[in-house]
């Protein structure tokens, strides 16, 4: 039987979803106002809704689902103002949703690309050193020369890249070449001695200088030790009209890219964890921006720090102030160890092959985060921190085990962004909780070559999809993007086969099912930030946030789900993407 919804002048208030047992579709046609807009028939549509899990058709009236069941069913909604479209078998699912990543779209426009955003790409040294003297020869002396997406393990050469080769780009300007995973970076002599940083410098905590077995610095910095190479590098002198321009232009064109790739609701993190020179204030006002140009074409979870963050506690605005377009959620990632895909993350056991024994960086003490998390509860923000180890993500689930003793029970959903390295008992504590897991939503597929460092037996426990759905948790997914591909597809394909663009697979316990993951990628992006109401199934009342696939994720060959193609993104009801 079709679930139906009635409409009032476009608007249904939450629980606005009904099923009419007793009205046919011509009789509900009569109370629904407006009529259908659109009607999809001839579809494998995958609602996600334990209610009506599968169709054939589904009716848009504005902004909004009104039916969703067969064309049977459907299609005595129509009216002479109907557009009824066949697709002919194509696929429908909900919008997906990326829980966490960096809307980098200025850094896409604007930096030096040495490495491929969206897709498993080579790069020879030789070609990054001759994008980056390019660059060089365009930029005054002095003034910084930046490298983006930079990945370590897709080198041709067989090896990274190290100060030597930066050194033969300039040695009049500050290099500074950011791995893609933003927690590493690879300079130049010069960004060094612009710094300060001699191979006696001491590494500063939560950071390190890399040496060789000589002592000798290699050109390899991370973590918190890159913020000091960067912060006395100086940009390129560039005007406030002109970081507003490139910051319009930047959040134009990722959203663009978004609903390429099927993502119709995207957590943005700040700016300020990643080398985009855009402030804080002006990347906020530039998604507004294009939002009254029309130019918006995906929604905005909102992620913030800093000065914006402490106006909100000021004065009292909460997590989930705003609209079905632009809304704040949690707070930005809160650092509290390294990268996964770097090799930094904080470690019970040291790394293998490391003099002295490197555990990794822990980037906060237990006493700072209990205070960070203590205020934001206290303020009605949800917390999120970063972890990716497991000693990290035992220390955040310490300050919100503390914050929700002091504060009382609640639904709050702290998040914790990541999550890489878990155990049972650190996922019961997450279930207790009732916190969100963002885990890598493309690592799996994208960063199969780096597993190798972690061993089989350390992998079973990474990415534990399978473990935090067997116990209950309703895991997200976010791409990290810039450090992993944001396509979601490529992101189902790896939580269901756990195999690498190389061949090999990692963590095979942790395999779930193309419909688990379409929800992990839909439904629960939606309840992590607090829209369950609004989004993540393709329910009658919820929005029209949707995505026409030229082929059914659950029907195809496993290992081709990410050779799917968006044919069309629906947010709202309109078409932002067609291929």
């Known amino acids: 039987m079709a679930s139906l919804a009635i409409t009032r002048r476009g608007f249904i208030g939450p629980g606005g979803a009904l099923t009419f047992a007793s009205l046919s579709p011509r009789a509900m046609a009569a109370v629904l106002d407006p009529a259908p807009t659109r009607i999809y ?6 609602t996600l809704d334990p209610a009506i899990p599968s169709a054939d058709a589904i009716a848009i009236a504005g902004s909004r689902i009104v039916g969703v069941g067969s064309w049977a069913e459907l299609k005595s909604l129509a009216t002479s103002r109907t557009e009824v479209i066949d697709l002919a ?14 809307a980098v779209g200025e850094s896409l426009l604007g930096d030096v690309l040495v490495g491929n955003p969206f897709e498993v790409e080579f790069f020879t040294i030789d070609r990054i050193v001759t994008l980056l003297r390019e660059r060089a020869l365009q930029t005054p002396p002095g003034r910084l020369v930046r490298g983006e997406f930079y990945d370590d393990t897709k080198i041709k050469d067989g090896r990274p890249l190290v100060m030597a080769d930066l050194d033969r780009v300039s040695t009049t300007h500050p290099v500074i070449v950011t791995h893609r995973g933003g927690h590493t970076g690879v300079v130049n002599g010069y960004a060094l001695k612009n710094a300060g940083i001699t191979r006696d410098t001491p590494n500063p905590f939560g950071g390190t200088y890399d040496r060789d077995a000589n002592g000798n610095l290699t050109g390899r910095v991370t973590d918190a030790a890159l913020n000091f190479v960067r912060d006395a590098a ?7 009209e002109q970081l507003r321009a490139r910051a319009i232009a930047g959040q134009a064109k990722i959203s663009q890219e978004f609903v390429r790739y099927g993502l119709t609701s995207v957590c943005h993190t700040a700016p300020g964890l990643v080398a985009a020179s855009t402030g804080l204030a002006d990347d906020f006002a530039a998604i507004q921006q294009i939002r009254r140009e029309g130019r918006l074409l995906h929604r905005v979870t909102y992620e913030t720090s800093g000065a914006m963050l402490d106006a909100m506690i000021a004065n009292g605005i909460r997590t989930g102030f705003g609209d079905e377009w632009i809304r704040f959620g949690a707070t930005a990632e ?14 019970a056991t040291p790394y293998p092959g490391r003099t002295p024994p490197y555990y990794g960086n822990i980037m906060q003490t237990q006493e700072g985060l209990d205070a960070l998390v203590e205020k934001q509860m206290r303020a009605g923000i949800q917390p999120n921190f970063h972890a990716n180890g497991d000693v990290a993500i035992g220390m955040v689930l310490t300050a919100y085990e503390r914050g929700m003793k002091l504060l009382g029970p609640a639904d709050r959903r702290p998040k914790i962004t990541h999550c890489t390295n878990v155990s049972p008992e650190l996922v019961a504590r997450i279930k207790a909780l009732g916190a969100v897991p963002a885990l890598f939503t493309s690592y799996a597929y994208y960063n199969a070559d780096k597993f190798h460092f972690y061993g089989a037996e350390m992998m079973e426990h990474m990415m534990a999809y399978r473990m935090m ?3 209950g948790v309703p895991v997200c997914a976010g791409s990290d993007f810039p450090p992993g591909p944001f396509a979601p597809l490529m992101g189902l394909q790896g939580m269901v086969t756990r195999k690498g663009w190389n061949g090999e697979v990692w963590g095979a316990s942790q395999k779930i099912t193309v419909m688990e ?3 992990v990628l839909s439904t629960n992006g939606a309840h992590a930030s607090f829209e369950d109401d609004l989004k993540g199934t393709l329910s009658p009342g919820k929005l029209a946030d949707m995505v026409i696939l030229d082929g059914d994720p659950a029907a195809i060959d496993p290992e081709r789900i990410k050779d799917i193609r968006v044919q069309q993104t629906l947010v709202g009801g309109d078409v932002k993407y067609k291929a």
């Open 41 to 46: 028939r001839n579809a494998r549509i995958h």
């Open 234 to 240: 100086k940009e390129p002198d560039l005007t406030p």
């Open 89 to 102: 078998g194509q696929a429908i699912v909900p919008g997906f949703n990326d829980a966490h990543l960096h």
């Open 469 to 471: 759905i067997d116990a």
């Open 334 to 347: 809160q650092f509290s160890d390294g990268s996964f895909s770097e090799r930094t993350m904080s470690r």
């Open 517 to 519: 993951g379409l929800k």
